[in-house]
């Protein structure tokens, strides 16, 4: 929190990124799990109490859900651009040749590039744009992992998705033109 608030006195806008793959199981795994671990909301809370302008998690290899907090946009899960292809080469017996394994489960591939405009300083709109590196697996392995705009049924699916798991932090998603939007109410300040 110390870098956050030394981050933020040297800056006019602050964006927290964290790359995790901790889901709610107790184990790490790759299980798909759109869920949001609690030391996450906690994390992202503190970030933005503490100075940044947005907070952004990444690596888990799903989306998760979005909240507005504070008037400040948190992306618990934008799922990861990068791609890990084919099997990974591992050597358990330096004696023996190493051997190519599927190390883990294949990605989800469904991730969200995110756009937020502010007015006067204050955040008024956030825009969900769902790509895909190549979540039907037929791409060539050039092309696999590259975010390329889904199929309408596909964007439908992953802004569903999002709705519901953001549904939880109070945040309503509207679906326009197979991109997902947040207005984001302004509160009056009395003086």
């Known amino acids: 929190m110390r870098s956050i608030r030394v981050g933020k006195q040297n800056s006019d806008f602050l ?70 292809e084919g099997p990974a080469i591992e050597v358990t017996d330096p004696s023996r040749p190493p051997v190519a394994q599927q190390s883990r489960q294949p990605d989800n591939k469904e991730v969200l590039l995110t756009t937020s405009r502010y007015e006067g300083g204050k955040l008024v709109e956030v825009r969900l744009y769902p790509a895909d590196c190549d979540i039907d697996g037929t791409r060539t392995v050039s092309k696999a992992g590259v975010p390329m705009t889904p199929s309408p049924e596909q964007a439908q699916r992953i802004l569903k998705l999002v709705q519901d798991l953001s549904r939880p932090f109070g945040t309503t998603i509207s679906i326009e033109d197979n991109v997902g939007v947040i207005h984001v109410a302004q509160t009056g300040t009395k003086h």
Request: with cysteine; charged share 15%; net charge negative.
């Open 15 to 84: 964006v927290v990124a964290i790359h995790c793959h901790q889901n709610s199981f107790s184990y790490q795994a790759y299980s798909h799990d759109n869920s949001t671990p609690d030391f996450l909301i906690e994390l992202a809370h503190k970030a933005i109490d503490n100075g940044a302008d947005v907070f952004v998690g990444h690596g888990a290899y799903t989306v998760r859900g979005v909240e507005i907090y504070k008037g400040k946009p948190i992306f618990y899960g934008v799922a990861s651009f990068i791609q890990h």
